[in-house]
């Protein structure tokens, strides 16, 4: 009889879904990123993997806000896919204007967005494209300068306390 009931309870317990998932990564891009967390020089990971966890939930975050405002301004397909190949590498300050370097992973170019404050307004202009609303200046617009914004009230929060 108390076989045949463990039997029975074993049939019907509900098959446990894994929580974690393995997956490899270059040496070097590991032996950095446990270089960060080990060197203190960021005190919010305490191990490798929170950072890159942290590393990919941001990604996924961008993939989505790009998905957003590419729904919210009416971008095409090809728009959207081609700003999912973006990704900003530098930011530099030359002669008062703000420039910001976007390599597009669709040709392996850089493209250099320049920012610059008019009366009221800020324009930003690719000079890769010589164009005030290609899809580096949309990237820049949508998704970078909030970003750089968050950071800036961070940073004098930060600087307050
Ligand atoms: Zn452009």
């Given amino acids: 009889m108390f076989v045949y009931l463990c039997v029975i309870i074993i049939t019907y317990m509900p098959e446990k879904k894994p929580r974690w998932k393995t997956v490899s990564i270059p040496v070097e891009v590991w032996e950095k990123t446990k ?20 590393a990919i939930r941001r990604r996924l975050d961008e993939l989505d806000k790009i998905k957003i405002v590419g729904e919210e301004y009416n971008l095409s397909e090809e728009e959207i896919k081609r700003m999912a190949k973006l990704e900003h590498t530098n930011i ?66 930060k600087r307050e306390k």
């Avoid at 990971?45 to 890159?52: G, K, V, W």
């Avoid at 009221?120 to 202009?125: E, S």
């Fill in 35 to 54: 270089y960060m967390v080990e060197s203190g020089e960021l005190d919010m990971y305490h191990t490798p993997s929170e950072f890159i966890i942290d």
């Fill in 92 to 157: 530099a300050v030359n002669g008062g204007k703000t420039i910001i370097a976007i390599k597009d992973h669709t040709d392996g170019r850089i493209y250099d967005v320049v920012l610059s404050r008019g009366h009221r307004h800020i324009h930003l202009f690719c000079m890769g494209d010589q164009s005030f609303d290609c899809v580096h200046v949309k990237y820049v617009w949508h998704i970078i300068l909030p970003r750089l914004k968050e950071y800036i009230e961070m940073y004098r929060k």
